[in-house]
């Protein structure tokens, strides 16, 4: 496990081989962290995030994008812990998953005793694009302060036949509709990387077959 | 210009549409009316093409071509549109680079460049105040949010970018107030022109004193029951359906 320590940073990972991550970061007061995941293809990716959220007001913001095909394994395992008051932590996952491609999504929200005002938020979002796909998101809370604001939200989806047929009776073809709505869909995760790896993104969609 | 001839067509195991004819000619246009559950919308849908339903039996002749085979896209692209009854909303999609990516598309089924940035912002601002849209919807997530009004204006400002040949208009007046009934009225009427054609359904005669019908058709049971001049729509208006279904049956 590395160990870090910083004032405010900001990291993107983008994962395209079969490398993991295991992190371990300790905020301490006032500090801001922002994480960027991005996993990219046929990769077997185990990914191992801790946060300690150490000294008051501290804020972590995680991203996580997951574009993933073939016999790609994909996990998260996440744990958020609020050890102090006034902290904030918001996590947004969403991950395509094409051919036989699967992912596991674990996140842990662990808001102590003392951690009140804690502002904790975590939500994964997944789009299977076939018929052996699979996604699987388990939120986890364990809350032992009462005064904090605690979200949690996980879906598994399709494309939706409704949007797709509305773009298509306005010319826009089946194959462009299908990406307008992977790009719609991957693009929150995003708000923190470079122009580069966005762009980067949207070619990498374009290339999917569908 | 539109050929239908005997059309059935059902979803999942249920049969819909039971035999409908209808010929419109360029410079026409038909109203439909009819009972909720006759089969309006899944005329509609059928004609530009929707996948959820099954035709089993007729044939649709849009300009001399059957278009049954067609996708949604290419019935777009020969010039049919459909404003449909409930807009889907698209999160996260601006309605500028909706119609941007289709305005693109058409041009290029016509072997033309795409629009530059700028022809294209000056057609979307021309279009937006012909339905009197403020032009901050363009930069808006292509229905989200938006009242019944403004979704059904919007469907008006889609059509007036992409000048369709046959535009088949779903209730595009319900849950209009007067001032949105006037806008999606008289922005369709001054879209009708002797080259293009229309279909409007609608339950009221209100959107048909802008949009002067040359035909009233009452689909009942996915069967075109009784076709009349534009005086119908008063009468049923005053009496229902239920003397012209009586009359049928
Ligand atoms: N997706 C669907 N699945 C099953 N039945 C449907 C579906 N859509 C419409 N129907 C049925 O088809 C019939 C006609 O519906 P519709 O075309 O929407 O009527 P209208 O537009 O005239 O009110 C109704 O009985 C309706 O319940
Ligand atoms: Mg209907």
Not at chain 2, 146 to 160: H, I, L, P
Request: proline share 2%; glycine share 6%; net charge negative.
């Amino acid at each position: 496990m590395k160990k870090n320590s910083m004032k405010a940073d900001k990291f993107c990972y983008i994962q395209s081989s079969n490398e993991s991550q295991n992190l371990c970061f300790n905020l301490q007061e006032g500090e801001s962290l922002q994480l960027t995941f991005i996993v990219l293809g046929d990769v077997k990716v185990n990914n191992h995030i801790i946060i300690n959220l150490d000294g008051e007001n501290a804020a972590c913001s995680l991203r996580g994008l997951w574009l993933i095909n073939g016999d790609a394994d994909v996990n998260f395992d996440v744990k958020m812990n609020h050890h102090v008051a006034n902290c904030t932590s918001d996590q947004l996952f969403k991950g395509i998953a094409n051919d036989r491609a699967k992912s596991n999504f674990f996140g842990l929200i662990n808001v102590s005793t003392d951690a009140q005002k804690s502002d904790a938020r975590q939500q994964c979002h997944n789009l299977l694009l076939s018929d052996d796909a699979r996604a699987y998101a388990k939120p986890q809370l364990e809350i032992y302060a009462d005064d904090v604001i605690c979200t949690h939200g996980a879906t598994v989806g399709r494309l939706n036949d409704d949007e797709l047929f509305y773009m298509r009776s306005r010319g826009i073809s089946l194959d462009e509709a299908k990406k307008i709505q992977l790009k719609v869909f991957a693009a929150a995760p995003l708000d923190f990387v470079t122009k580069d790896t966005a762009s980067h993104l949207e070619d990498w969609i374009n290339a999917i077959s569908l | 210009m539109l050929k239908i001839t005997n059309l059935h067509a059902k979803i999942g195991d249920k049969e819909i549409l039971k035999g409908i004819n209808l010929c419109v000619k360029a410079g026409e246009i038909h109203a439909i009316m009819g009972p909720n559950g006759a089969g309006k919308s899944t005329l509609a849908a059928t004609l530009a093409g929707r996948d959820n339903l099954e035709v089993t039996s007729g044939s649709i002749i849009f300009q001399g071509e059957d278009i049954l085979s067609l996708s949604p896209e290419e019935r777009s692209w020969k010039g049919i549109f459909l404003g449909f009854q409930y807009p889907v909303d698209i999160p996260g999609l601006s309605n500028a680079a909706f119609m941007k990516a289709a305005i693109n598309e058409h041009r290029q089924q016509q072997g033309l460049e795409p629009l530059s940035a700028a022809s294209f912002l000056k057609m979307v601002k021309e279009k937006m105040a012909f339905v009197e849209m403020d032009s901050s919807f363009s930069s808006r997530a292509v229905n989200v949010g938006f009242s019944g009004g403004e979704k059904k204006r919007n469907e008006v400002f889609q059509m007036a970018m992409l000048d369709p040949r046959l535009a088949i208009l779903d209730e595009s007046d319900s849950g209009l107030d007067v001032d949105a009934l006037r806008i999606v009225g008289t922005g369709v009427s001054k879209l009708h022109h002797p080259d293009n054609a229309a279909i409007v359904i609608t339950h009221y005669q209100r959107l048909l004193d802008y949009i002067v019908p040359d035909f009233i058709h009452v689909l009942y049971k996915g069967r075109i029951i009784k076709t009349a001049g534009k005086e119908l729509a008063m009468e049923i208006e005053e009496r229902g359906y239920d003397w012209i279904i009586n009359e049928e049956e």
